[in-house]
């Protein structure tokens, strides 16, 4: 739907008055998730880039009021006194390969004389040389049949409008900002991470997200157990009541092996967002607590289980992450490349040397993917899952040492990352705050509710 707007280039902020927002909260059991969503409004001054309707008691449905906000937008637009179409008949057409002004207005019936008229629009004409396929082209006609108005749209919040005027045609910039919606989900682990958190109705894309923000704290390839619990508050935008898109993780708690991880989003005043403990600790650390992707291990349980392939090797000193030949191996951390090579026990493989105190080493790998000498950083692929040397079937086999001494990777203390620095501390609390709060509360609604469920 395309909306009227004022004579001058303008960015219509939708609302940026009031604090508050809405929580969908899904009630889901934890055996099983439903979409029984209720909606709970909540005040959070640093995600308030809301209207406040939405916050006056409980609604069911957050579209109807995205709805009004539209309708707002589209009633200032009108009042501002610009020229519209009005009630006539827009006539879109999306842009294919090979589209120029001139294949379009041909295909929409217009004239060559219409192309060079708007080509030569006062304001943003220069936006018409610049059409992708996939965007849209919308005209419509005055009473006497000629061209009025041209909207050409390069997604759902970016349009450009020309208006007929006295003097030929005068264009504009208009801007739609969506609005944020904070969203809560929770579930527990009975499968798998990725098989419960989306039954719980988070995006694949969210689950990742999530699991990346806890992945130096939590090993997702193998220390998932049944029974594990998440929760994660996020943002989903909305625009003329459709969902258009997600934001992102406000704040999230993720319960391993009966100890929670809580982290929240901190935006800093240069712009850049991270991750953060609640007492202002990072969550990225120096080491990732697993070297792949645990999307890629085949199975989270049947990991608990020892591995067959090193059962007969006395000083079995690594962790083995059974995974399919070509997964990528991750550098744990910053650190330089010290060997790369073969050899008939281990294989392909790769060590790495950390700061002064600290080797990973990667073994069995199909490939590898990094020299000796060269620098590599944390998450960078080193090389790829494979079975050569003394293995069985492919797997990566990771040691970390601390010292020269073999340490369990997965129960390692690592070197704690420094906290937020003194004199943000006041900011990071300010904005933190309600966001953990109402993470809190919102799980434990949840849980009371689990608990009181006959
Ligand atoms: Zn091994």
Redesign the pocket.
């Known amino acids: 739907m395309f909306v009227s707007s004022p004579r001058r280039t303008h960015f219509v902020a939708v609302g940026a008055t009031a604090i508050s927002t809405v929580i969908l909260l899904s009630l889901l059991p934890s055996d099983k998730v439903e979409a029984n969503r209720q909606i709970h409004s909540i005040e959070l001054p640093d995600i308030a880039q809301h209207t406040n309707e939405i916050a006056n008691g409980h609604r069911t449905d957050s579209a109807l009021s995205d709805e009004n906000k539209i309708s707002e937008i589209t009633n200032s637009a009108a009042n501002s006194g610009a020229e519209t179409a009005g009630d006539q008949q827009w006539q879109p057409t999306t842009l294919v390969k090979g589209d120029n002004l001139t294949s379009i207005f041909r295909r929409l019936g217009l004239t060559d004389k219409d192309v060079y008229a708007v080509a030569n629009a006062k304001h943003e004409a220069s936006q018409l040389r610049r059409l992708k396929p996939g965007e849209t082209i919308a005209v419509a006609l005055n009473n006497e049949g000629s061209l009025a108005e041209v909207k050409y749209s390069r997604s759902r919040l970016e349009h450009y409008m020309y208006r007929r005027g006295n003097n030929g045609f005068n264009g504009e910039k208009v801007l739609y900002e969506p609005e944020t919606v904070a969203t809560f989900q929770q579930g527990r682990i009975q499968s798998s991470l990725f098989l419960d958190a989306s039954r719980a109705g988070l995006s694949e894309a969210k689950i990742m997200e999530m699991a990346n923000i806890f992945a130096w704290d939590v090993d997702f390839a193998l220390d998932i157990r049944n029974g594990d619990q998440f929760s994660v508050l996020y943002e989903e935008k909305y625009l003329e009541g459709e969902k258009i898109g997600y934001g992102d993780i406000l704040a999230a708690s993720f319960t391993n092996q009966g100890k929670t991880y809580e982290a929240v989003r901190f935006k800093a005043t240069d712009g850049s967002v991270s991750y953060y403990s609640p007492d202002g600790k990072p969550m990225r650390k120096a080491f990732l607590r697993a070297p792949l992707d645990f999307t890629r291990i085949s199975s989270n349980f049947n990991m608990r289980r020892k591995?067959p392939?090193?059962k007969r090797?006395k000083a079995?000193r690594?962790?083995?992450y059974a995974a399919p030949r070509g997964t990528p191996v991750y550098a744990a951390g910053n650190g330089k490349v010290i060997a790369a090579g073969y050899s008939r026990p281990n294989g392909n493989y790769v060590f790495i040397k950390h700061g002064e105190k600290f080797i990973t080493r990667y073994?069995?790998l199909t490939k590898r993917k990094v020299r000796r000498g060269q620098t590599v950083k944390q998450r960078q692929t080193i090389g790829t899952v494979g079975s050569t040397g003394y293995?069985t079937g492919p797997?990566l086999?990771?040691e970390f040492l601390v010292n020269g001494v073999h340490r369990n990777p997965r129960t390692v203390k690592l070197p704690q990352a420094t906290s937020i620095a003194a004199n943000k501390k006041a900011e990071f609390i300010k904005q933190t705050g309600p966001v953990l709060a109402r993470l809190k509360q919102l799980g434990s609604t949840q849980l009371a509710l689990l608990s009181s469920k006959p």
Do not use: M, P, R, T
């Open positions: 591995h392939i090193h090797i079995h690594g962790v083995d073994l069995h293995a797997h086999h990771y």
